[in-house]
Each structure stands twice: as structure tokens, then as C-alpha cells.
């Protein structure tokens, strides 16, 4: 029994380390290499695993932790941000999908009541795949990927009730309980059980555990943590996703957010691709082989369909063209709730079977199909780009006194005080829409990269006297400091530094003209704060006066330790103290004095 565990165990690794790095080497991501490897070794392929339902319902852990994960990136208040995209997005992409999937089904012929649950099933997508499909491309915080989950979020908050509705409504002449009011209840109750847990308990218990210094514990206490909530929500009839999920928002705003996700994340990775190699083991390959080409075009309509309906809900609710197509590629496929749908629908439906199993095919079918489509998406945006792109203005030297890399919202302070002033200067940007925006206004900019040598020098960068670093990408400024510094190290540098990190590097590199995007502006503002809380212009000034400084101060020693952690954590606490010393002192002074 050991021996055939661990010869599974080692078919599954050995196939995922073959599969994946092929599938990803091709550009279709991880996820579809997991599922091809699947179904290969499954209990209808080389049969190397026989007990796929027993995979199945382990690696569903998987995303569990998935869900707790992204919960720690959502704090509650942007969850309620997300409110408009989570109701009406997502609702609307649901009535809409179960209305289209539930009409085809009843074409087929299929009885209504059974139509109606199977478009139900078939609207849902797969919160695992479309999120971890996000996560691998980096788009899970761009606009479409935060409205992609607000749908896939929806789907499941609908699933819930499904799941005593779905029984109920397919009982033919059975007594059954529909999903009354004491339901809703039940399933509030537990939410608010979750929250009360999250807020008063757990934070107690994790600040107790992180006094014994022992990381050890505190991985077992944040497992311990993720399954209790997943055990006690399934026992009680609500999604274990869901449940862990509002543990992860819950936690969100705790000083422990990123221990429990770095301790969570490496199991989250290995159950993630178990889950979808059981997914792939699940695929009956003698019923594709019975219908390939009716399997293949079923698939197809079904997933063209489903971007149709969500590309539409997505411009219904202002959401632009790429931005609804994207989400629309991204969660086309079916959803692993349908499974379980599909497996009620099968204990009250046994003539059903087939069409189910078939079902089934389809939704593993559409996860295949999904990363395919996403590969073309990709390469056709390359092409589309590689075709829009227009040639780099030829830049004639003018004799400018000042160079401004980046004609932004940054660079255009620059360009106006030097434009009053009559004093010479030649302005750079890549970004074509910018430039015609602005030479509408009669400013010229000229469309290049300022990162290219030859182009400053056709600019007249051996004759002027600046730079001024105005760039929106830090490491294209950093690379243009660099070019300055080794080719045109006459010329001063004045940048823009946009975070404390990028002031870091900038430092680093010798730049001592530099302002950090938003301090001074929200420095000023603090000021104006302090006069309206009954401070003189005075003390406001010469307090806000003592605050730059020190962080000036600051910065600079920060920068001398930043590569290491510790102390830089030091540092940044004893500048803190220090801080709120010389503050102290201010307002102490001050009352002396008045």
C-alpha cells in the first residue's frame, strides 16, 4: 500500500516536472501543462494513478489556500469598493450565461428543470484557473483582473444557495426543504461567526505564537487556522473557499499578513497544481474518443458564447474594449463548481449520467482550450503593437539648454516655467498619445527614447547644460542616469524619484537633485492641516520644516542599509523615536513661547 502511494505520488511529480516547464517553455502557462500531465497519467490514460476522486478531494485544499491568500490582499474596504463589478457585473454574466446555456440544453432536448441547473453550472468559471492564469501574466491587479475576480467571486457567493436549491428543485414528487430564510440566516450567521473569529480571535492567537519566536509553530497555527475555518464552514454547508477567503480579507489589514503568506504559499503552489492534474485525471477519454469532433465543436461554441456574455456585461458596465476582452478570454472556461453540481444532479438524475459525463468533458475541455486562446490573444497583441508602432522622430539640434526626458504630468511644470522664460529646451516622450495630446496645445514633443544615445546627441546633448529625468518607468530612469553619467557627465541631473526606492537607487548613483513624486505636495498639505487645527503659520512652517529635513536625513541613512533588512528596520525605528523627540521639543518650545 505504502509502495503504491509513493510510486503516485512520484507518476504525478514526475509528469508535473516534464509537463509544466514544456507547457510554459510554449507560452501557454503552467496551468494547462498540469492538466495535459493529468490526463496522461490518469485512470484513462497510462492509468499510473487509479484513484483520481481520492487526488481530487485532497488537492481541492489547494484552492483553499488559493482563496485565504487573495483574502489577505483584499482589505474589507476594498472589497466594498468592489461592489459595483461584484453585483452587477457578476450578476449580470450569470443571469445571462444560465439564460443562453439553459435555452441551448432545453434545444437538445433536455427537461427543464435539469436545463436550468445545467446553465447554472455552465455559467461558472474556474476561480482557480482564471486566478492563478492572472497571477502567472501579472494582471491579477489590473483592471480587468480585479473585475475578473469580482465575477468569479459572484459565482461562487451564487453557488452557495445553489446547493440546496438544486436538490429541491429536482426532486421529482420528494419532500424537500428549498433555500428558505432560515438558510440565508444559517449562512449569515457563519459569516459574522468568521468575522468576530478573524477580528477577536485569531489576531490574539497569532501575536501569542509569534512571541515564541518559532517559525515552525507559526506555519502549524496559520494551517491550522485555514483548514479549521475550510472544515467548520463545509460542515456547515457554506463554500470552505468562501469561508477561507473571508478569513484572508479579515486578516488583511494584520501586522502578520505577510508571514501567514509567505508560510501559506508554498503549499498553496504544490496542492494548486495537484488540483488541476486531478482535474485532467478526471477527463474520460473513451467518451471524447466516442464523440471527438462533436466534443471539439460543442467546446468551442460553449467558450465562444461565454466570451460573447462577458465581453458584452463587461462594456454594459463601462469597462473599455481591451479590458472586456481580456476578462472575457480569462474566465471563458468552465468552472470545477460545476462538477460538483453536476455530481448532485447525478445521485437524483441517474438516467442523466451520460449527458453529465459528457458535460463534464466539455467543462475540462474549455479549461484545455482557455490558455490556447490566451497564447493567440498574446501574440496578437505583439503583432498588433509591432504594427502601431511609428517610427522615432528625427530630432534636429535646436541648442537647448535643458533636455526633458518624459513630458508627463512631471515634466510639463518644467516645460511651462522654461517655455515663460524663453529658455531653450528639447522635450523627449514615448508615449504617442501624450504628444499629440500636448502639440494640440502647441507644445512640441518629440516621440523617442531617451534612453538611446544617439538620440540625445541629435537632441543636443553635447551643448546643453541639464537633464531633467521626468520618466514614468523607474528602470528606464535609473538606465538613463546611468548613460548620462558615462557619456554626457557634464550635464546636471535633475529627476524625479517616484517612491523611496527609486530615491534609493537614484542615491546610489550619485543624483543629489531629486524630489520624490508626491512628498512636497503632501507635506504642504499636512501644513495646511495644522493651520486649520489651530496652529500659527509660524509653528506650522517650522515644523514642517524640522519633518523634511529629518526625513531627508533619513532617507540618506536608509539608503546606506537598505540591503539589509534588519537594519534597516533599525534605522527606520530609531529615525522614528528621534522623530518624535525633536517634534516633542517643538511643541514644548512653542508653548514656552506663547
Given at each position: 500500500m505504502a509502495g503504491d502511494l509513493l510510486l503516485q505520488a512520484l507518476s504525478m511529480m514526475g509528469a508535473a516536472l516534464i509537463a509544466v516547464p514544456l507547457f510554459k517553455w510554449l507560452g501557454f502557462g503552467s496551468v494547462l501543462g498540469y492538466l495535459i500531465a493529468g490526463i496522461v497519467i490518469g485512470p484513462f490514460g497510462l492509468s499510473l494513478i487509479h484513484e483520481a476522486k481520492e487526488v481530487a478531494h485532497f488537492s481541492e485544499l489547494g484552492v483553499v489556500f488559493l482563496l485565504f491568500i487573495i483574502g489577505l490582499e483584499i482589505q474589507p474596504q476594498k472589497l466594498w469598493r468592489m461592489r459595483r463589478h461584484l453585483f452587477g457585473l457578476g450578476g449580470a454574466q450569470i443571469v445571462l450565461s444560465t439564460f443562453i446555456f439553459g435555452s441551448a440544453a432545453l434545444a437538445f432536448g433536455i427537461e427543464g428543470r435539469l436545463a436550468l441547473v445545467i446553465g447554472l453550472a455552465l455559467s461558472l468559471s474556474s476561480t482557480a484557473f482564471a486566478i492563478q492564469s492572472l497571477i502567472e501574466r501579472g494582471h491579477f491587479q489590473n483592471e480587468f483582473g480585479r473585475a475578473s475576480f469580482a465575477t468569479l467571486l459572484m459565482q461562487d457567493l451564487v453557488a452557495i444557495p445553489a446547493l440546496s436549491i438544486v436538490p429541491w428543485l429536482l426532486r421529482d414528487g420528494v419532500q424537500g426543504s428549498a433555500y428558505s430564510s432560515l438558510d440565508l440566516g444559517r449562512d449569515i450567521a457563519i459569516i459574522l461567526t468568521v468575522f468576530l473569529a478573524g477580528r477577536y480571535f485569531t489576531r490574539p492567537v497569532f501575536r501569542l505564537?509569534?512571541?515564541?519566536?518559532?517559525?515552525?509553530?507559526?506555519?502549524?497555527?496559520?494551517?491550522?487556522?485555514?483548514?479549521?475555518?475550510?472544515?467548520?464552514?463545509?460542515?456547515?454547508?457554506?463554500?470552505?473557499?468562501?469561508?477561507?477567503?473571508?478569513?484572508?480579507?479579515?486578516?488583511?489589514?494584520?501586522?502578520?499578513?505577510?508571514?501567514?503568506?509567505?508560510?501559506?504559499?508554498?503549499?498553496?503552489?504544490?496542492?494548486?497544481?495537484?488540483?488541476?492534474?486531478?482535474?485532467?485525471?478526471?477527463?474520460?477519454?473513451?467518451?471524447?474518443?466516442?464523440?471527438?469532433?462533436?466534443?471539439?465543436a460543442l467546446t468551442l461554441a460553449y467558450v465562444t458564447l461565454k466570451i460573447l456574455v462577458i465581453y458584452g456585461a463587461g462594456r454594459l458596465f463601462k469597462m473599455s474594449n481591451p479590458n472586456s476582452r481580456l476578462m472575457a478570454i480569462y474566465i471563458s472556461q468552465g468552472g470545477e463548481f460545476a462538477f460538483v453540481l453536476f455530481g448532485i444532479v447525478a445521485s437524483l438524475k441517474p438516467q442523466a449520467q451520460e449527458t453529465l459525463g459528457f458535460l463534464t468533458a466539455l467543462i475540462t475541455a474549455s479549461m484545455i482550450l482557455t490558455p490556447i486562446i490566451l497564447w493567440f490573444e498574446e501574440r496578437l497583441?505583439?503583432?498588433?503593437?509591432?504594427?502601431?508602432?511609428?517610427?522615432?522622430?528625427?530630432?534636429?539640434?535646436?541648442?537647448?539648454?535643458?533636455?526633458?526626458?518624459?513630458?508627463?504630468?512631471?515634466?510639463?511644470?518644467?516645460?511651462?516655467?522654461?517655455?515663460?522664460?524663453?529658455?531653450?529646451?528639447?522635450?523627449?516622450?514615448?508615449?504617442?498619445?501624450?504628444?499629440?495630446?500636448?502639440?494640440?496645445?502647441?507644445?512640441?514633443?518629440?516621440?523617442?527614447?531617451?534612453?538611446?544615445?544617439?538620440?540625445?546627441?541629435?537632441?543636443?546633448?553635447?551643448?546643453?547644460?541639464?537633464?531633467?529625468?521626468?520618466?514614468?518607468?523607474?528602470?528606464?530612469?535609473?538606465?538613463?542616469?546611468?548613460?548620462?553619467?558615462?557619456?554626457?557627465?557634464?550635464?546636471?541631473?535633475?529627476?524625479?524619484?517616484?517612491?523611496?526606492?527609486?530615491?534609493?537607487?537614484?542615491?546610489?548613483?550619485?543624483?543629489?537633485?531629486?524630489?520624490?513624486?508626491?512628498?512636497?505636495?503632501?507635506?504642504?498639505?499636512?501644513?495646511?492641516?495644522?493651520?486649520?487645527?489651530?496652529?500659527?503659520?509660524?509653528?506650522?512652517?517650522?515644523?514642517?520644516?524640522?519633518?523634511?529635513?529629518?526625513?531627508?536625513?533619513?532617507?540618506?541613512?536608509?539608503?546606506?542599509?537598505?540591503?539589509?533588512?534588519?537594519?534597516?528596520?533599525?534605522?527606520?525605528?530609531?529615525?522614528?523615536?528621534?522623530?518624535?523627540?525633536?517634534?516633542?521639543?517643538?511643541?514644548?518650545?512653542?508653548?514656552?513661547?506663547?
Open positions: 505564537v509569534a512571541s515564541t519566536r518559532s517559525r515552525e509553530t507559526f506555519t502549524v497555527t496559520a494551517l491550522f487556522i485555514v483548514l479549521g475555518v475550510a472544515a467548520i464552514t463545509t460542515q456547515l454547508g457554506v463554500s470552505a473557499a468562501l469561508g477561507t477567503f473571508l478569513a484572508g480579507v479579515l486578516l488583511a489589514g494584520s501586522e502578520y499578513r505577510h508571514e501567514l503568506e509567505t508560510n501559506i504559499e508554498p503549499f498553496k503552489g504544490l496542492l494548486m497544481g495537484m488540483f488541476f492534474m486531478a482535474v485532467g485525471m478526471g477527463v474520460d477519454l473513451s467518451l471524447v474518443m466516442r464523440a471527438p469532433i462533436t466534443l471539439a497583441s505583439i503583432w498588433r503593437a509591432a504594427e502601431a508602432k511609428r517610427e522615432f522622430d528625427k530630432i534636429e539640434n535646436e541648442s537647448p539648454q535643458v533636455l526633458l526626458a518624459g513630458y508627463g504630468r512631471f515634466g510639463q511644470m518644467f516645460g511651462r516655467v522654461l517655455t515663460a522664460q524663453e529658455i531653450p529646451y528639447v522635450a523627449i516622450d514615448n508615449d504617442p498619445e501624450q504628444i499629440e495630446l500636448v502639440r494640440r496645445f502647441g507644445t512640441k514633443v518629440y516621440y523617442g527614447d531617451a534612453t538611446r544615445e544617439d538620440l540625445l546627441e541629435s537632441a543636443g546633448a553635447a551643448n546643453a547644460k541639464a537633464i531633467v529625468l521626468a520618466l514614468d518607468d523607474t528602470e528606464k530612469s535609473i538606465e538613463l542616469v546611468k548613460l548620462v553619467k558615462s557619456k554626457f557627465s557634464h550635464l546636471k541631473i535633475f529627476a524625479r524619484a517616484r517612491n523611496r526606492g527609486h530615491a534609493f537607487e537614484l542615491l546610489d548613483l550619485g543624483v543629489e537633485n531629486f524630489k520624490r513624486e508626491v512628498f512636497d505636495s503632501s507635506v504642504s498639505l499636512v501644513g495646511e492641516l495644522l493651520l486649520e487645527l489651530g496652529y500659527s503659520q509660524e509653528s506650522a512652517n517650522r515644523l514642517i520644516s524640522r519633518f523634511k529635513s529629518h526625513d531627508e536625513i533619513m532617507l540618506r541613512e536608509q539608503a546606506k542599509v537598505r540591503t539589509d533588512n534588519k537594519t534597516l528596520v533599525s534605522v527606520s525605528k530609531q529615525g522614528t523615536a528621534q522623530l518624535a523627540e525633536v517634534l516633542r521639543e517643538d511643541r514644548l518650545q512653542s508653548r514656552i513661547n506663547s
